[in-house]
């Protein structure tokens, strides 16, 4: 039996060709089941279409779970670099963040009120910059810069 596939289909078929990413793919085989002719002539390409879209459904939620996995200590760089401020607690590097961007890191006077990287865009001249106050490691001591 012919499988008699409307433009719309073909169209919806062609978007999944051209799809790059997993969501896009996903998308366009939805489109596809829904719109299929429901026939004994697409009985084969419609458990096809149901096998590819559960293969790329299974490969999205891999990669999801793998961005949440990294997703505290990991920071998307933004603008022209991105500059992670390290050093031992009480130094000042939450302050200098919260002086030079528009992120409110925590301050004070005891080591350790930062947990995770938190990051700020500052700017100079017309270019950004992306900022990353990071907590201390617990083996490090206060070693302030300045005199107390
Ligand atoms: N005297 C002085 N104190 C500072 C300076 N920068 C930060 N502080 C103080 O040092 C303490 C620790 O600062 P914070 O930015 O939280 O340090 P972090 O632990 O390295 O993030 C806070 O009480 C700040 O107000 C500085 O340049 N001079
Ligand atoms: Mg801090």
């Keep these: 039996?012919?499988?008699?596939?409307?433009?719309?289909?073909?169209e919806a078929e062609k978007r999944y060709r051209e799809a790059k990413t997993q969501e896009e793919k996903i998308a366009a085989l939805e489109e596809m089941l829904a719109i299929i002719p429901k026939h004994k002539g697409t009985d084969r390409l419609q458990a096809d279409i149901k096998r590819r879209l559960s293969k790329h459904k299974e490969?999205?939620?891999?990669?999801?779970?793998?961005?949440?996995?990294?997703?505290?200590?990991?920071?998307?760089?933004?603008?022209?670099?991105q500059v992670v401020i390290i050093g031992p607690p009480n130094t000042g590097k939450s302050s200098l963040v919260d002086k030079l961007t528009k992120a409110s890191p925590e301050i004070a006077d005891f080591p350790h009120t930062t947990h995770k990287p938190t990051p700020g865009m500052a700017q100079y001249e017309n270019i950004q910059f992306q900022l990353v106050d990071t907590p201390p490691s617990p083996a490090n001591t206060s070693t302030r810069p300045w005199p107390t």
């Design 59 to 81: 490969e999205s939620q891999k990669k999801k779970g793998a961005q949440i996995q990294r997703s505290i200590f990991h920071i998307d760089k933004e603008g022209a670099a």
């Design 1 to 10: 039996m012919p499988a008699n596939l409307t433009p719309l289909y073909l």
